[in-house]
């Protein structure tokens, strides 16, 4: 459970999630990253007690890419939704399916988003 972690071990958890990326955040990155948004991302990216996979802070969006993983976790992620809209953040969440299997829809999700 994310309470349990300090910053330091949530800076070394972000850090070992951006290593160990899976596909689907790969393919988020090089969008966001080459597609010439027009905004700077930051991936794996600390806003209090949680971790979020993309982060543009000119816009206050967030992008979550959800696994199989994320079916049991809806509660907490839930309320971790929740607690970062009410911050002010916009939060999309793109399932990996998704990203693997349709990557210029997921850019369209995402440039709608910007705007």
Request: include cysteine; glycine fraction near 8%; hydrophobic fraction near 35%.
């Amino acid at each position: 459970m994310f309470t349990k972690y300090s910053r330091i071990d949530l800076t070394d958890l972000a850090r070992d999630n951006r290593l160990g990326a899976t596909k689907a955040e790969r393919v988020v990155w090089f969008l966001v990253r080459n597609k010439k948004m027009g905004y700077r991302f930051r991936r794996q990216h600390q806003i209090g007690k949680y971790i979020v996979d993309f982060f543009c802070s000119e816009k206050n969006l967030i992008i979550e890419c959800d696994g199989g993983q994320h079916d049991e976790g809806k509660p907490k992620d839930d309320v971790r939704t929740k607690f970062l809209e009410s911050k002010g953040y916009k939060v999309i969440r793109l399932w990996n399916n998704e990203v693997l299997g349709n990557a210029e829809g997921v850019y369209t999700v995402i440039m709608l988003a910007l705007k």
